[in-house]
């Protein structure tokens, strides 16, 4: 997979996908990461790449031109499926990410102030995201998040690919509660069925307590089911 995010602060991009694990996928070859700075690409002389709303109102926009720029530089033209990080967009999720972890390449385009300058927005985004109901102070963020959702579904970033499946809402439901050593801890012991070694029943009590859980924390989510 190939990452291309168009942004004002790609050391931002860099230092939060440069950690953990997804450092370990670019540094084994499962991820790719690509930074552009769009300010780079401004034909303004003093380097400034938003101007007023026509209209008036409150703030600065985007203006299209070094975002298009920017963006015919990293595509070369090719169609690219390109996400621009919106609180108008659809709300991500596990299956969005799924989604998306089939491509080979995505581009983010990450805006700033109140907005970027609808045409341009028209002629290259081909995905709305929103992260949630909230507006945060720019799309980085919500663009490393949506990357690093995406990231763990692509086999080998994971070190244990299994431990992705076993994850809340990969069915639809919250993950059960896990322990580990030791045994007891402030007197609280670990439930007696996981130490009992019968794969069928601690199978069973983990399902139970999946539903037990979805219920009490998110009863939206059996809504559809
Ligand atoms: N940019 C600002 N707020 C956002 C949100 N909630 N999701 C995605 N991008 C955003």
Same mark, same amino acid.
């Given at each position: 997979m190939k990452f291309t995010v168009l942004t004002l602060f790609p050391e931002f991009i860099e230092n939060s996908m440069h950690t953990s694990i997804c450092k370990r996928a670019i540094e084994n070859g499962y991820l790719e990461l690509e930074t552009c700075n769009f300010r780079e690409y401004t034909e303004?002389?003093?380097?400034? *790449?938003?101007?007023?709303?026509? %209209? %008036?109102? #409150? /703030?600065?926009?985007?203006?299209?031109?070094? *975002?298009?720029? #920017?963006?015919? #530089? *990293?595509?070369g033209g090719r169609k690219v499926r390109t996400i621009y990080l919106t609180p108008q967009g659809e709300v991500f999720n596990q299956a969005k990410a799924h989604e998306l972890a089939e491509e080979e390449e995505l581009v983010f385009l990450c805006g700033h102030y109140e907005g970027i300058d609808e045409r341009v927005l028209e002629e290259i985004v081909t995905d709305n995201i929103s992260i949630g109901d909230y507006v945060l102070t720019g799309g980085e963020i919500a663009s490393v998040v949506v990357?690093? #959702?995406?990231?763990?579904?692509?086999? /080998? *970033?994971l070190g244990n690919h299994d431990s992705a499946d076993t994850e809340s809402f990969e069915n639809g439901l919250l993950e059960y509660p896990q322990y580990t050593r030791p045994e007891i801890w402030r007197d609280k012991k670990v439930p007696e069925v996981l130490l009992s070694g019968h794969h069928a029943n601690i199978e069973k009590w983990r399902q139970e307590q999946s539903l037990l859980r979805t219920k009490e924390r998110r009863p939206d989510l059996l809504d559809g089911q």
């Open positions: 303004n002389k003093n380097g400034r *790449v938003d101007d007023y709303p026509y %209209g %008036g109102g #409150a /703030g600065m926009l985007i203006q299209a031109q070094p *975002v298009y720029d #920017a963006y015919m #530089a *990293v595509t990357m690093d #959702a995406i990231s763990r579904l692509i086999p /080998g *970033v």
